[in-house]
T-cell receptor
Framework: GAVVSQHPSRVICKSGTSVKIECRSL??????MFWYRQFPKQSLMLMAT?????????EQGVEKDKFLINHASLTLSTLTVTSAHPEDSSFYIC???????????FGDGTRLSIL | KNQVEQSPQSLIILEGKNCTLQ??????????LRWYKQDTGRGPVSLTI?????NTKSNGRYTATLDADTKQSSLHITASQLSDSASYIC??????????FGPGTRLSVLP
């Protein structure tokens, strides 16, 4: 089945650091990638949607200058949390989808802890 | 407003018992509905996908039903195992890029 790889799985860093998270589709071309944030015992909250070669579309309340998304190829999207602060600590999950109407496949998430 | 509701919020059952999780949605237009299983600290994994014309779909001990008229779906787990302990998320997709997530049901299976 379709596989999405997310790296790193865990990051612990100091406040003020910028952190980059990678999301790769390993066996299919991901036309669209989604980035989610999940707080403990809550469901996934969509942060942004990115289509290959286009600027990401951010959900209301998500700062695009804080969460930089790049989707430069059909197999790779990156999320950079710039100047991270403790309130940015969360579980970040990406998903990828091929053509419109196709299901999305999720990565295993990145647990970000900002000290 | 497109919404997906799930019940119960949490559920505790004994190993070997059956259980049914519910999902109600108001998403329109409707393309498909998926049930995902999310283990703690992991990404969601798809269990079943159902389109408008499908009423029932099984995947091993998991059986999903869909009533497109009442906009309800259920996920039935048979002969539960300890490894079934997880959050189960109902996700409804329209024909575009909109995936509406339910809040999930947290299932705990006890020995």
């Amino acid at each position: 089945g379709a596989v999405v790889s997310q790296h790193p799985s865990r990051v612990i860093c100091k406040s003020g650091t910028s952190v980059k998270i990678e999301c790769r589709s390993l066996d299919f071309q991901a036309t669209t990638m989604f980035w989610y944030r999940q707080f403990p015992k809550q469901s996934l909250m969509l942060m942004a949607t990115s289509n290959e070669g286009s600027k990401a579309t951010y959900e209301q309340g998500v700062e695009k200058d804080k969460f930089l998304i790049n989707h430069a190829s059909l197999t790779l999207s990156t999320l950079t949390v710039t100047s991270a602060h403790p309130e940015d600590s969360s579980f970040y999950i990406c998903s990828a989808r091929g053509a419109q109407g196709q299901p999305q496949h999720f990565g295993d998430g990145t647990r970000l802890s900002i000290l | 407003k497109n919404q997906v509701e799930q019940s119960p919020q949490s559920l505790i059952i004994l190993e070997g018992k059956n259980c049914t999780l519910q999902c109600n949605y108001t998403v329109s237009p409707f393309s498909n509905l998926r049930w995902y299983k999310q283990d703690t600290g992991r990404g969601p994994v798809s269990l079943t996908i159902m389109t408008f014309s499908e009423n029932t779909k099984s995947n091993g001990r998991y059986t999903a039903t869909l009533d497109a008229d009442t906009k309800q779906s259920s996920l039935h787990i048979t002969a539960s195992q300890l490894s079934d302990s997880a959050s189960y998320i109902c996700v409804v997709n329209d024909y575009g890029q909109n995936f509406v997530f339910g809040p999930g049901t947290r299932l705990s299976v006890l020995p």
